[in-house]
């Protein structure tokens, strides 16, 4: 058999770094033939290269790793990439390749190698049942974000969304802060958004969202401009006009 192809589709770089490098350690003869930040990318990789294997992230801007799921079922082996528990557990359950969940384990990884070296020759498996079980797994609800894989300096830290004080928008990067630490990720202040719950994390400025259970009251300064004070924090966040309506009963 030809060296095995694969394909890593995973929208943090830093991410899609450290997987291709363990991947090189552990299985030397797998060729990565290309690499996608987002799910439309991955298609294309997909129709292009036709991979073996495709490393697949669950939740990626664009088209979600899911609906990319339908377009590889039956194609390649996939191995899902994610960070929630229960995703992971239902693409094992369900008999699909693997999962990998970050952060990273050598360990781990090497597990998903072995099985994969088992089935590479074989047929893909079917993922309907995963991705049906997938669609209907929440009862209709919107899974948000549990945790988040954030830089500092050169080590990535996996963060529980609870920890988290609040996301402020930086440049190209956004900073996430908890009680004690602060790290980047890149992501914008939109797309989490789009994957926070709005119970827990309110938006209070165009580039700040703070988590609720971290605000310890807000103040007016001498302009009538509201800041949010915070339990475990010196600094106060400013809150812009269009928000200050969340804190009327405060």
């Known amino acids: 058999m030809n060296a095995p192809k694969g ?3 995973e929208d943090e770089p830093i991410l899609r770094e450290v997987l291709k490098d363990m991947l090189a350690d552990v299985w030397p003869e797998l060729a990565i033939c290309a690499e996608a930040d987002n799910g439309v990318q991955a298609l294309r990789a997909l129709d292009a290269h036709d991979p073996d294997i495709l490393f697949l992230d669950i939740e990626m801007p664009g088209m979600s790793g899911l609906e ?3 377009q590889a079922n039956g194609r390649c082996h996939v191995v899902f990439v994610t960070a929630h528990d229960n995703y992971a557990l239902a693409a094992f359950e369900q008999g699909s390749v693997d999962y990998v969940m970050k952060p990273f384990s050598t360990s781990r990884l090497a597990t998903t190698v072995a099985r994969l070296k088992q089935r590479v020759e074989g047929a ?4 309907d049942g995963l991705l049906a079980a997938l669609g209907t ?3 209709g ?5 549990r ?3 954030a830089s500092q300096g050169s080590n990535l830290r996996l963060i529980p969304i609870e920890d988290v004080c609040y996301f402020q928008a930086d440049n190209k990067y956004t900073l996430v802060i908890t009680t004690d630490t602060e790290s980047v990720i890149r992501k914008s202040i939109r797309d989490l958004l789009d994957e926070l719950d709005p119970a827990l994390f309110w938006q209070i400025h165009r580039g700040t969202l703070v988590n609720v259970n971290a605000i310890a009251g807000v ?5 009538g401009h509201l800041h949010v004070r915070l339990k ?3 600094e106060t966040l400013p809150v812009s006009q269009a928000y200050t309506h969340l804190f009327k009963q405060m």
């Open 7 to 9: 394909v890593i589709a």
């Open 68 to 70: 990319v799921a339908q």
């Open 124 to 127: 893909p498996a079917k993922l």
């Open 137 to 139: 797994g929440t009862g």
């Open 141 to 145: 609800r919107k899974e948000y974000l």
């Open 147 to 149: 945790r988040i894989t």
């Open 219 to 223: 103040t007016r300064d001498d302009t």
């Open 232 to 234: 475990q924090r010196k």
